[in-house]
């Protein structure tokens, strides 16, 4: 009995010690309260997003490879690593495009007529593949924000892309493509007269250029050409720059007719150089 009428007794001591709140410290409470309700609710809507979001990425990385599926025998050529890219842009740059120079360009055209038709060919090809992807990149950026999401989509898209690369690029690059930029070449330069054989060396050239230009697009990381570059008067230092043609001694004024490849290394936080612009002299054919 003693024990029941102490409890009751403390209880009663406490009830009439207890400070009343004041309006002023009920309101800051109620604040805090609809506040924490708020935080809790927005967090249950990011979670939700989120799942909504990684669930579209399901659902997107599985309708691309359901429009491209192909049997493993169809799959053709592996895509090229690092390494193995990296020789095939040189292979192109100082075989391809060197043999197309000497077979057509060498007799009947000047150093601007040269600068003309590599940059076209490059600058051409360069905008058709990404004109192709564009649309798509503008759709993903407005529909992930996330970072994160984003960077985690890019890598699945250029993985799928680059398992079926030559699927892709037949679907993407049409052959009234090629014709249409030879056609523009043709309209200023005339090469050889227009003869068929010229026009269908100079398709295959730029097949030979697209193909190149696509692998960079979506190898990973990605590889950038300097196009923009070509056509610009330097002068010649064997440290920056090779020879494309002819011969060419340090310090002589020359003209960039074959581009760099680049691109950003992660490890440096810099942008690396995969080849040396070429360069001609300047007054090469000036006699």
């Not at 979670?47 to 691309?64: A, F, G, P, R, V």
């Not at 440096?268 to 007054?283: A, C, G, V």
Request: hydrophobic share 35%; glycine share 2%.
């Amino acid at each position: 009995m003693v024990d029941n009428y102490t409890k009751k007794g403390n209880n009663y001591h406490k009830r009439s010690n207890s400070k009343k709140l004041t309006s002023l410290e009920e309101n800051e409470i109620r604040e805090l309260i609809q506040k924490l309700k708020e935080e809790k609710s927005k967090n249950s809507q990011l979670k939700n997003q989120n799942n909504e979001l990684y669930n579209d990425i399901l659902t997107l990385k599985s309708n691309i490879q359901s429009h491209i599926l192909i049997n493993e025998k169809e799959k053709g050529n592996s895509f090229p690593n690092f390494e193995s890219l990296k020789d095939n842009i040189n292979n192109f740059l100082e075989i391809d495009c060197l043999n197309f120079f000497k077979n057509y360009l060498y007799q009947y055209f000047n150093i601007k007529g040269i600068e003309f038709f590599y940059k076209e060919v490059f600058k051409n090809c360069d905008y058709t593949i990404k004109n192709h992807f564009t649309k798509l990149n503008k759709i993903l950026d407005l529909k992930f924000k996330d970072k994160n999401i984003r960077n985690t989509l890019d890598y699945i898209l250029k993985n799928i892309c680059q398992i079926y690369w030559e699927r892709i690029i037949n679907n993407l690059v049409k052959e009234e493509d090629y014709i249409r930029i030879m056609l523009n070449i043709q309209d200023s330069l005339d090469i050889d007269n227009k003869k068929e054989s010229a026009n269908n060396d100079i398709i295959i050239f730029i097949k030979k250029s697209m193909k190149i230009i696509f692998q960079c697009y979506i190898n990973q990381p990605k590889i950038s050409i300097d196009f923009h570059k070509i056509g610009l008067k330097v002068f010649h230092n064997e440290s920056r720059y090779e020879v494309f043609f002819g011969k060419i001694i340090n310090y002589e004024v020359c003209k960039i007719i074959l581009p760099s490849f680049r691109f950003y290394n992660e490890i440096k936080k810099s942008d690396e150089k995969i080849n040396k612009e070429k360069t001609m002299k300047q007054n090469f054919f000036e006699k």
